[in-house]
């Protein structure tokens, strides 16, 4: 989200750098008015151009980092849905183990009672 505030004002100070130039610049140069503005108006389409140009390649960014991190968050979910799956099989082996450790001692403190 930081990264989008200072590209917005980078954005900013672009377009208010370059229009506060352009402007100075025609301004202070020997030609009539009439020029002037035509050539002010020039200047501005160019610049809006150039503005577009960028909001859209920088669009264009963000939704390929957006589509890559979607990506890559639905391989660490498969991975683990995997790894958890993995980890209740062997989860159910350590159990049916304690069981028949704990059967077998069962059994044998049954027979050594039995035994007395």
Known sequence: MSERD??????????????TGAITALLLAPQTGEETRGVIKERAIELR??????????????????????KRAEALLAQAKETA???????????????????HMQSKSDSGAAAE
């Open 49 to 70: 151009d150039k503005a577009s140009t960028s909001v859209g390649e920088v669009y264009t960014s963000a939704e390929t980092a957006a589509a890559e991190a979607v």
């Open 6 to 19: 200072e590209f917005g004002a980078f954005l900013i100070g672009f377009v208010v750098g370059g229009l």
């Open 85 to 103: 799956a993995e980890l209740q099989k062997k989860g159910a082996v350590v159990i049916e183990e304690q069981k028949a450790k704990l059967s």
